[in-house]
């Protein structure tokens, strides 16, 4: 257990209750009670029937016999049947309604555009996975996949599917040097990139990252670049090769490979609590029945929608909800390349009302951002086409999602708030649309065949409305199945904390109509005088004052208390951060949750350092709050400008 095993105090009372509108559940592809009621008996008394019948409607070279095998860590799913996850996405489509649908709408940030049905993007993926096979890769092999958000990423990823070659996605905005050690732990021998990317009107230049770590990475023998920019770049003969220039050079017909469901899929690197990444490893049959059925039912995708997805493809959730689970349901998936402020704050409702896009599914952190910048940039767009919105990421505070729900989806649409990580490979907890009452705050409800529950220290259920450590009871379809190169520490990360359970490092609590709350990360929840806090729901607290835009919360060593609540806190345009206004806020927050919450310390920021997936970085915060100078690792902080602002102002 990270933390001493005392309960977790659990003090956020949110009552505003949200029913599915009528006409949606009308619609939805989950919308009636009574099935509901079934799937979910049968999900609950035989999974294996459940999952069974999932996977029917999927395409398996080789039918399974076994549904599940093994336990705990060592599940395998469909462990004897043959599938291939690109032909699932694509092959399986063109003999139907979808062969002519757009796959791919996509928008680069210039403002440049291309749309792939599905038989064209069919043909492209065909073509790359002959190339690579040309190039020699073959299955088994890792290739790993630096790009920007442009149709290739995804048309790579497929491509590597195709071919049963393990891809490795490492986000663009990371630098050579973590690239370099991704792909070492990975062994690549390949990686597939492009000259560059468009963000905030500049070039990311991505080959000359790769440039810089090619030297270093002994396996790597090839590197593919797609033209997008046009940039310069450097060129190694004999290793680089111009995607252009191949894939003008092969057909466009390509036979899928058949791979073993419990073949490796892709490794997709994740921070935890050491400074080295883990590579969590996700293989192919479990992962693809898991992100299918969430996909068309918690986003209850039809033919008509077009679904953006606001996730960038170097995420788990760019890659089972940009590019794998939508392609499975035959939906048409809305794709941008680049900032979403970029060249005005209006980028995003310019973007959904002109598409007329259906389904918005994005983080807390950039609902946050748009509520800062006012109503007046999404009013002026007419955004009557979304009908349904989703969040991930962290626990959106009851403001936001209010805001979220109001101002973004004009108080007709459900909003999804989806409670999932990296190793759990698809969307565990949350709401069906048209089913589900949902709560601002609350992820609501598992998902079909999914058993979570929440424990003390030693592993024991607490009650309904008592904090405790999530865990989850029983083996699930899409689970990572190790960490790569280092199965002891999946096992004593994962699977040893709460003996045949899986640990999900995050503290929560249900409450008595079996809603779960997220509460946050375990290591970020703090003990006041005995009394442990979700540093969210102070958070949340604070937002839910009007002059506060965004606030993050941690704990300080404190001699009588333990420890002291110290927020960092960043105001509305407008707002001016002075003494009376600290205290102001401290009231709020003792009004608000009560005395034991109330911060010892407040302190005003421009802005507050966050990964560049949009967490925030408590832990250098803490080392901020404790009087530290935050040295630790950085190498995933968005924006290092904000840290050298934040100690400026501990000086002042
Ligand atoms: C999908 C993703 C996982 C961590 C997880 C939580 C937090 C994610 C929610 C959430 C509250 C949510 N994968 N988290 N979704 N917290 N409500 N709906 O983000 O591996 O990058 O992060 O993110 O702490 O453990 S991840």
């Known amino acids: ?55 029917r409607e999927l395409h398996w070279f080789q039918p399974f016999t076994t549904v599940r095998s093994g336990s705990g860590p060592d599940t395998r799913w469909f462990e004897d049947g043959t599938t291939n996850l690109a032909y699932n996405c694509l092959d399986r489509h063109l003999e139907g309604p979808a062969r002519n649908r757009a796959a791919i709408i996509w928008e680069g940030e210039p403002g440049d555009t291309r749309t792939l049905t599905y038989l064209e993007l069919h043909r492209e993926v065909c073509r790359m996975a002959l190339v690579l096979s040309e190039l020699g890769l073959a299955k088994g092999d890792c290739v790993g996949i630096y790009m920007p958000m442009v149709p290739e990423a995804a048309i790579a990823m497929l491509a590597c599917a195709r071919l049963g070659l393990v891809h490795s996605v490492v986000f663009g905005g990371f630098s050579s040097e973590a690239l370099k050690d991704r792909m070492n732990d990975a062994g690549a021998r390949a990686i597939i990139t ?30 593919l670049v797609v033209r997008r920019t046009g940039t310069p770049v450097a060129w190694t003969e004999g290793r680089d090769v111009w995607w252009h220039e191949r894939r003008s050079l092969v057909g466009e017909q390509h036979e899928a490979v058949p791979v073993g469901a ?31 059925l969430t996909s068309r039912f918690i986003f209850d995708l039809k033919e008509q929608d077009v679904y953006w997805c606001t996730a960038d493809v170097g995420w788990i959730t760019g890659h089972s909800y940009v590019v794998y689970g939508p392609l499975l349901s035959g939906a048409t998936v809305f794709m941008y390349e ?7 704050p209006d980028r995003f409702w310019s973007m959904i009302a002109r598409w007329g896009i259906t389904i918005l599914y994005t983080a807390p952190t950039a609902i946050r951002t748009f509520m800062k910048l006012g109503d007046d940039h999404p009013r002026r767009h007419d955004m009557s086409t979304l009908r349904l919105l989703g969040t991930v990421g962290e626990p959106i505070n009851p403001e936001a999602w209010m805001w979220y729900h109001r101002t973004i989806g004009g108080e007709r649409c459900p909003i999804v708030d989806t409670w999932w ?5 698809a969307i565990m907890i949350a709401p ?38 999530l865990v989850i009871r029983e083996a699930w379809p899409s689970m990572a199945r190790t960490i790569h190169g280092d199965h002891a520490r999946y096992l004593t990360q994962y699977w040893s904390q709460v003996p045949g359970s899986y640990f999900t490092g995050d503290g929560a609590r249900r409450d008595a109509d079996g809603c779960y709350w997220i509460m946050g990360r375990v290591d970020d929840v703090i003990n006041v005088a005995g009394h442990r806090l979700g540093t969210m729901e102070i958070e949340s607290a604070l937002v839910s004052h009007a002059a506060v835009a965004e606030a993050a919360v941690v704990g300080r060593p404190d001699e009588v208390k333990g420890t002291s609540v110290v927020a960092f806190v960043t105001l509305k345009a407008g707002r001016k951060g002075d003494e009376a ?41 803490r080392e901020l709050a404790g009087g ?20 400026q102002d501990d000086e002042g």
Request: aromatic share 6%; no cysteine; glycine share 12%.
């Open 1 to 55: 257990m990270p933390q001493e095993p005392a309960a977790i105090a659990s003090v956020l009372q949110e009552s505003r209750a949200f029913p599915p509108p009528e006409a949606f559940s009308r619609a939805a592809v989950v919308g009636d009670s009574d099935r509901h009621e079934r799937l979910q008996a049968l999900s609950r008394e035989a999974p294996e029937v459940f999952w069974r019948e999932v996977s």
């Open 421 to 425: 990580q990296t190793e759990t490979g």
């Open 262 to 292: 419990e073949d490796r899929l892709f490794i997709l690197y994740t921070s935890g609590t050491t400074g080295k990444p883990k590579g969590l490893v996700h293989t192919t049959g479990g992962y693809m029945a898991q992100v299918f």
């Open 194 to 223: 492009a000259d560059g990317g468009w963000r905030r009107g500049q070039v990311v230049q991505l080959k000359a990252q790769v440039d810089a770590a090619a030297p270093s990475i002994p396996t790597l023998e090839h590197v």
């Open 628 to 647: 530290g100078e935050a040295f630790g690792d950085t190498t995933t902080l968005e924006d290092l400008s904000v840290l050298a602002a934040l100690r």
């Open 432 to 469: 069906l649309p048209g089913i589900t009452t949902t709560r601002p705050g609350s992820a609501t409800q598992p998902f079909f065949g999914i058993r979570p529950d929440i424990v003390d220290g030693q592993g024991q259920p607490v009650p309904d409305g008592q904090g405790g450590y």
């Open 338 to 344: 680049g900032a979403p402020l970029h060249p005005g």
């Open 581 to 621: 206004l600290k205290g102001e806020l401290r009231n709020h927050v003792a009004t608000e949750i009560g005395a034991i919450a109330r911060p010892e310390e407040i302190r005003f920021t421009d802005a507050l350092p966050k990964t560049r997936s949009g967490k925030i970085m408590r832990r250098l915060l």
